[in-house]
C-alpha cells in the first residue's frame, strides 16, 4: 500500500534532483558547505548542505520550471564557484565543484599571453593590455599577511606615463592597493589560468612611447600590437608576425620576449600632439615681435623719407657754399666756418 | 622630447634677447667712423684762427707804436709763415677727407640726376 502510494506521488509530482559532488584533488571532501544560488536577472540563493562522507550535497526540486544553477563553497577561506548547470523537469544531475587547498608561495605563477594593443584616439594614445596568470602549483596562491601587514599575491608596476588607468576583466578596484608606482594583487589565484585585462592613456606630447613594465612574477609571453604601420618598436627582441584586422583597423603584430619579471620597448614614429598651452606663449611672442615689427615699419619710412629731405637741404647748401666761394661773395675764412658745420651736419648721413 | 624643448626654449629666450638687446648693440655700432678726421680739421681751423687773430693783434700793436718796424716784419713774417701751413694743412686735410670724397661724390650724382 505504502509503496504503490510512493510510486503514485512520484508520477504525478515531478522532481529533479541535483548532486553536487566537492573534491580536492580529486578526492572527496566531507561536511562541507554547498550553497545552491539561482540565476536569474537577480540571482537568489537557493539553499545550502553540508556534503556527506562522499563529498555531495544532494538538493531536490519540486516543479517543472527550468533552472540554471551555480554551486559555491568556501574552503580553507577562498570561495569557488562551479560551472552553471540547467535542470529542468524531473532530471537527475551531477555537478563537480572543485576546491584547492592554499599556498602563500608564489613560485607557480607565471604571467603568459601579455598582450599589448596601442592605438590613437583623440590627444591620447590607448594603450590595451590582456594578459593571463597561470598558476601551476595545484594549490590556489593566497596573499596570506596579517591585517596590519597584508599580504599580496602578485604586483606590476605601469608605465610612468601612464595616466587615467581602467581594470577590466579580473581586477576588483576595491581590492586593489598601490604601492609607490606599484598595483598590488591581493586576491587569491586558482590552479589554471585567470584572465585580467586593463586599459591606460599616454599624452601625445612625444614622438615615441616607453612602455616599460614589470611584474612580480615571470613574464613567459608577450606581444604587441600596433594600430598603425608607421609605427615601430624597439627592444625586447620584438619580431613582426604578421598583421590583423581588429574593429576596421590593420594592426601590425609582434612578437617579444619579456626579460624575466620586466617587460621593456618603446614605440617610435608616433606623431606627438604637444598642447596649445606649451606653444601659446611662443606664439604670442612671436605674434608681438611680427606686430611690433610691422608697426615699425611705416615710421622707419617716414623718418627715412624725412632723413632723404635733410641730406638734399645740406648737400645744397654744401654746393651753395662753394659757388658763393667760386664767386667771391664770402670769405676764405666764411667759407671754411661753414663747410665744416655743414660736414658735422652731413656726418650723421653717412654712418 | 626634452631635448627639442629645451631647444625651442632657448631659441625663443635667444630671439627675445636679440629683440630686447639689438637698439642697444646698434647703438654702439653708431659711432661715427668720420669723427676722427672732423675734429682734426675743426682743431686746424681753430689754430689757423688764431694766428689770424695774433696778425690783426700785432697789427694793431704796430699801428699804436708798441712795436718798431723790425720787430713787426720779423714777427709778421713768422705769423705769415705759419698761415700758410695752417691753410695748406686744412687743404690737405679737406682733400684727403673721406667724408669730403662721399659728399662730393653725392653732390656730383645729384647734379648728373637733375641735368
Same mark, same amino acid.
Given at each position: ?15 529533479? /534532483? ?6 580536492? /584533488? ?19 540563493? =537557493? ?26 563553497? %568556501?574552503? +580553507? ?9 540547467? =535542470? ?8 563537480? =565543484? !572543485? ?12 604571467? +603568459?599571453?601579455?598582450?599589448? =594593443? ?131 583597423? %590593420? ?11 620586466? $617587460? ?18 611662443? $606664439? ?20 627715412? !623719407? ?46 | ?80 709763415? %705759419? ?33
Amino acid at each position: 500500500m505504502i509503496t504503490s502510494f510512493s510510486w503514485l506521488a512520484s508520477t504525478l509530482i515531478a522532481a529533479a /534532483q541535483l548532486t553536487v559532488s566537492v573534491e580536492n /584533488q580529486d578526492k572527496p571532501v566531507a561536511n562541507q558547505k554547498v550553497q545552491l544560488v539561482e540565476l536569474s536577472t537577480q540571482p537568489e540563493l =537557493l539553499e545550502h548542505k553540508l556534503t556527506n562522507s562522499k563529498g555531495q550535497a544532494v538538493f531536490r526540486f519540486d516543479g517543472n520550471e527550468p533552472k540554471r544553477l551555480i554551486a559555491t563553497s %568556501e574552503f +580553507e577561506g577562498v570561495s569557488y564557484i562551479s560551472e552553471p548547470i540547467l =535542470l529542468e523537469g524531473d532530471e537527475n544531475k551531477n555537478l563537480r =565543484l !572543485e576546491v584547492f587547498s592554499t599556498t602563500t608561495s608564489k613560485a607557480g605563477l607565471v604571467v +603568459e599571453n601579455l598582450s599589448t =594593443l596601442l592605438t590613437r584616439q583623440d590627444n591620447q594614445y590607448m594603450v590595451s593590455q590582456n594578459f593571463s596568470i597561470r598558476n601551476d602549483s595545484g594549490k590556489t596562491v593566497v596573499a596570506g599577511g596579517t591585517e596590519q601587514e597584508p599580504g599580496e599575491v602578485f604586483r606590476f608596476a605601469l608605465p610612468k606615463a601612464a595616466f587615467n588607468v581602467q581594470y577590466g576583466y579580473g581586477f576588483d578596484r576595491s581590492q586593489l592597493r598601490f604601492d609607490g608606482s606599484s598595483v598590488v594583487y591581493p586576491l587569491s589565484i586558482p590552479p589554471g589560468r585567470s584572465f585580467f585585462s586593463l586599459i591606460y592613456a599616454l599624452d601625445r606630447i612625444r614622438f615615441y612611447a616607453d612602455i616599460n613594465q614589470s611584474f612580480s612574477i615571470p613574464i613567459e609571453s608577450a606581444d604587441l600590437g600596433l594600430a598603425n604601420a608607421a609605427w615601430s618598436v624597439q627592444g625586447s627582441k620584438a619580431q613582426p608576425i604578421g598583421q590583423k584586422i581588429l574593429s576596421d583597423q %590593420e594592426v601590425q603584430l609582434y612578437r617579444l620576449t619579456p626579460q624575466g619579471h620586466r $617587460l621593456n620597448f618603446r614605440i617610435s614614429g608616433l606623431d606627438s600632439n604637444i598642447p596649445l598651452s606649451w606653444w601659446l606663449p611662443g $606664439l604670442i611672442f612671436i605674434l608681438l615681435m611680427v606686430t611690433s615689427l610691422l608697426q615699425k615699419d611705416p615710421g622707419l619710412r617716414k623718418e627715412k !623719407e624725412e632723413e632723404s629731405a635733410d641730406k638734399a637741404k645740406l648737400l645744397k647748401a654744401w654746393r651753395e657754399i662753394q659757388l658763393l666761394k667760386e664767386k667771391k661773395l664770402i670769405s676764405a675764412s666764411e667759407f671754411e666756418k661753414r663747410q665744416l658745420s655743414l660736414l658735422q651736419e652731413l656726418e650723421a648721413f653717412y654712418i | 622630447m626634452t631635448f627639442i624643448f629645451i631647444l625651442i626654449a632657448t631659441l625663443f629666450l635667444g630671439a627675445f634677447l636679440v629683440f630686447v638687446l639689438w637698439p642697444w648693440l646698434s647703438l654702439k655700432k653708431t659711432k661715427s667712423p668720420f669723427a676722427g678726421e672732423l675734429l682734426k680739421i675743426q682743431a686746424c681751423l681753430h689754430e689757423k684762427e688764431i694766428v689770424f687773430e695774433n696778425f690783426k693783434e700785432l697789427e694793431l700793436d704796430h699801428q699804436m707804436g708798441k712795436l718798431d718796424d723790425q720787430d713787426f716784419a720779423q714777427l709778421k713774417a713768422a705769423l705769415q709763415a %705759419e698761415a700758410a701751413s695752417k691753410i695748406d694743412d686744412y687743404d690737405r686735410m679737406i682733400s684727403e677727407s673721406r667724408l669730403v670724397g662721399l659728399v662730393e661724390q653725392d653732390v656730383r650724382n645729384r647734379q648728373g640726376a637733375s641735368s
